[in-house]
């Protein structure tokens, strides 16, 4: 059964470097806040692979992710 939609939201520095993924559901409740490593290279490849990952955190949280 699932908890409801959560959305995510791209956060970015000032250097255009992702930081984080914050999660909210529909009410704008805070769910999840999924951190970058900042050893990993700001890749388009590494940041599709992090999303990958953050979103199926999410959805293994029983959240819907929407996209």
Do not use: C
Not at 15 to 23: P, Q, R, S, V, Y
Not at 29 to 36: G, Y
Not at 42 to 67: C, D, G, I, P
């Amino acid at each position: 059964m699932s908890k409801g939609k959560a959305v995510p939201v791209d956060v970015y520095n000032k250097d255009g470097d992702l930081t984080h993924i914050e999660f909210s559901d529909g009410s704008g409740d805070f769910i999840l806040k999924a951190d970058w490593d900042p050893r990993d290279e700001q890749t388009s490849e590494n940041r599709v692979q992090f999303r990958k990952w953050a979103y199926r955190l999410l959805e293994q949280m029983e959240y819907e992710v929407k996209k």
